[in-house]
């Protein structure tokens, strides 16, 4: 059984959720939930809120035991691209990439 929680359009670049997510991978929930909270990346508040969701789910929908859950999955996408302009001397324009991301984040019981 696996209980799973979706963060969808994360104002937030790929490349920098995925130096957070990188940390929490293959953990054990009480230890992922330690370290998103004494991370300093802004973006741990919201993978760590995000976290939170996908246990109260495998609590609450799935009946697991959450003493025993771990991470299994946790997997950032690209999100769509804002395309934003920005002024440049000379009547010049220049492009301003917003972008965001998807963030799944898959929780299972260990055997153990």
Same mark, same amino acid.
């Given at each position: 059984m696996e209980a799973k929680a979706i963060l969808r359009y994360l104002k937030s670049t790929p490349q920098k959720t995925r130096l957070v997510v990188d940390l929490i991978r293959g953990k054990? *929930?009480?230890?992922?939930l330690t370290t998103?909270?004494?991370c300093n990346k802004?973006?741990?508040?919201?993978?760590?809120?995000?976290l939170?969701?996908?246990v109260a789910n495998a609590e609450n929908n799935k009946k697991l035991d959450v003493? =025993?859950?771990? *991470?299994?999955?946790?997997v950032v996408g690209h999100g769509p691209t804002l395309k =934003?302009?920005?002024s440049k001397a000379m009547? =010049?324009?220049?492009?301003?990439?917003?972008?965001?991301?998807? *963030?799944?984040?898959v929780l299972d019981e260990s055997a153990i």
């Open positions: 054990m *929930v009480d230890d992922a998103l909270t004494f802004a973006v741990s508040r919201d993978v760590l809120k995000l939170k969701s996908a003493d =025993r859950l771990y *991470v299994k999955t946790a =934003r302009m920005h009547g =010049r324009g220049a492009t301003v990439l917003k972008r965001s991301c998807h *963030v799944t984040i």
